[in-house]
């Protein structure tokens, strides 16, 4: 799985579950970079090496940070992506489950979705 390709992955939950949308340029390196809009951007880059399950959950990682951010910054809650049995509580961890990258509930343990595939709220 290619950079471009993972990123849009990622982007398709942030766009599904969060209220603070990006403006997504790319940077003079190999990433890109995320800014909200308070004016803060944060650059978010591909993993070095490693499976397509792994690459997407370093994007996830770094998108979930920016998004927590960007939520505080606009006094929403800061939580993202919201785990859908404790709303509020925590955000869901990316992480790779039998070579799949998926959202799980910390508190749980469960898989909630593919990284990607979270539904609108």
């Given at each position: 799985m290619?950079?471009?390709?993972?990123?849009?992955?990622?982007?398709?939950d942030l766009?599904?579950?969060?209220?603070?949308?990006?403006?997504?340029?790319?940077?003079?390196?190999?990433?890109?970079?995320?800014?909200?809009?308070?004016?803060?951007?944060?650059?978010?880059t591909p993993h070095p090496d490693g499976t397509a399950a792994e690459l997407l959950v370093h994007l996830a990682d770094q998108v979930q940070d920016w998004?927590?951010?960007?939520?505080?910054?606009?006094?929403?809650?800061?939580?993202?992506?919201q785990c859908p049995k404790h709303p509020d509580t925590h955000p869901l961890t990316a992480t790779v489950r039998t070579d799949t990258a998926v959202w799980v509930c910390?508190?749980?343990?469960?898989?909630?979705a593919r990284i990607g595939e979270l539904q609108t709220q």
């Open positions: 290619e950079f471009g390709e993972a990123l849009e992955t990622v982007l398709r766009q599904a579950q969060c209220a603070v949308q990006p403006d997504v340029r790319s940077d003079d390196r190999d990433g890109i970079v995320l800014w909200a809009p308070d004016g803060s951007g944060q650059g978010v998004a927590v951010e960007a939520l505080w910054s606009e006094g929403a809650s800061a939580v993202w992506p910390p508190k749980r343990g469960t898989t909630v």
